[in-house]
């Protein structure tokens, strides 16, 4: 298919229901209802996979060169023929899996993906669908639906996954009015952003298309870092663990298979799949929210980020990469390559995360706890990071020095949140106010201390 005539500030989901592609809707415009879920073929090995998406969140020109698959490309229908139903759709007929429908086929597709998902055994998992939203049928028939799948058949959807995805290669789209290009190396990056000193980098766009379509942001010239293969890169030695910064959360996670638990489940707790499917660590770090959930998890493992910009590569620690509210030490033209996270990793390491719902929400306190101790229980390193008590990410640097050389004991943890109490000033806002938010950073380490105490033991 080819495109023309269309500004690169549209997002594909405008576009396939513009050309009558109508399965996907708009509900929220932000990525968290699934409505508008589409598939895109990536790598997997020698061959591919199917990966759920938000379409709202996909500029239009982030598709190029890419495969995707829409709701109206499952069902089989012959010419002539009546339209024979995909097993997902027939499943969630029979277990009365959809009334109104509007959300219907974002399910499908999510549990499309998870149904060819190489290597599955058993039924679907549900998890699957952790982005979709459903507000009349009730969750129940479609858990039974996707419970009710058993292995994928060898027809031409399992078949293509045998085959590589299409590579993402550079290219350019543009208008009076806009711009978007996606360069091949860093240098190409350098250049692009000499030449439109204006332009921002974008990677997954889970961030910044928000702000297009809530808030009507004119988006400036769009440089994509999808394409750059530096930014891909995955590295493990006996000091560190590299991770390539254009990375999506979910590639991490494949890559990083030793990862320590506390990774493991904060990776379950940040947004949803198809998030995850797109949304990178560098672009979590380099938006600078002060209730970024991947912050806090990677201060608490002392990270570092590789920098490169005009004036050659830095290395810097994560510590100091935030500078203010939404503002971080990068420079001009400046990108964050792969994040760096050094070896040996703690003995102790707990992420933590308070919100509204269990998943797929917005933090009102994020924590990562983790100590190192010797061989008689003493504190030979602490890190207590914090994320939404503050203007930005943030360590808390005094109730790390009041446990270290001090036996790890409840008594110390009490210091600890003493200090925590002095050094923190939280905000109030509709999701907690500072009283509540001073609290749960205190009973965090509460928490900690309880569960380091009894795994110690």
Request: net charge neutral; charged share 20%.
């Amino acid at each position: 298919m080819s495109v023309e005539g269309v500004t690169p500030r549209q997002n594909l989901l405008d576009y396939i229901r513009g050309v009558g592609l109508t399965g996907a809707k708009e509900g929220c415009a932000e990525g968290e209802c699934g409505a508008c879920t589409v598939v895109l073929v990536k790598q997997n090995g020698e061959g591919s996979e199917y990966r759920a998406v938000n379409s709202c969140l996909m500029l239009l020109a982030m598709a190029a060169g890419q495969e995707i698959y829409t709701v109206e490309s499952l069902a089989n229908c012959p010419a002539g023929a009546e339209a024979e139903l995909h097993p997902v759709q027939q499943a969630l007929v029979d277990h009365g899996g959809s009334q109104c429908g509007y959300c219907t086929p974002g399910f499908v597709m999510s549990l499309f993906a998870e149904y060819y998902r190489p290597g599955r055994e058993g039924h679907c998992l549900i998890e699957a669908m952790g982005g979709n939203l459903c507000r009349c049928t009730g969750y129940r028939p479609i858990r039974d639906a996707s419970l009710s799948l058993g292995r994928a058949p060898d027809d031409i959807f399992r078949q293509r996954l045998s085959q590589p995805a299409p590579p993402l290669t550079e290219c350019t789209y543009a208008d009076d009015e806009a711009r978007f290009s996606r360069p091949a190396s860093l240098a190409a990056c350098q250049d692009e952003m000499r030449a439109y000193p204006t332009a921002r980098f974008i990677a997954g766009g889970t961030d910044l298309v928000v702000e297009a379509n809530l808030r009507g942001t004119r988006l400036p010239p769009l440089i994509s870092l999808e394409a750059v293969p530096e930014l891909q890169a995955w590295a493990e030695t006996g000091d560190f663990v590299d991770i390539g910064a254009g990375l999506t959360l979910n590639e991490v996670a494949a890559r990083w298979v030793d990862a320590p638990l506390a990774f493991r489940e904060w990776l379950t707790l940040f947004a949803s799949p198809p998030i995850r499917n797109r949304a990178t660590l560098g672009g979590n770090l380099a938006t600078a929210s002060p209730i970024g959930d991947a912050a806090p998890l990677l201060l608490g493992l002392d990270a570092q980020l590789r920098l490169v910009g005009p004036a050659g590569q830095r290395v810097v620690s994560l510590a100091g990469f935030f500078a203010g509210y939404r503002k971080t030490i990068l420079q001009p033209g400046e990108i964050i390559v792969s994040i760096r996270i050094p070896k040996p990793l703690p003995d102790f390491v707990r992420f933590y995360k308070v919100a509204k719902r269990k998943l797929d929400d917005i933090s009102t306190v994020a924590a990562c706890l983790a100590l190192s101790l010797d061989s008689g229980g003493r504190v030979t390193k602490a890190r207590f990071a914090y994320g939404g008590v503050a203007a930005t990410p943030l360590r808390t640097y005094e109730a790390e020095q009041a446990v270290e050389g001090r036996r790890w004991s409840t008594s110390a943890a009490r210091r600890a949140q003493e200090e925590i109490s002095r050094a923190l000033r939280p905000i109030s806002d509709y999701r907690g106010s500072a009283e509540y938010r001073l609290a749960l950073a205190r009973s965090l380490v509460e928490k900690f201390a309880w569960e380091t105490l009894e795994q110690a033991a």
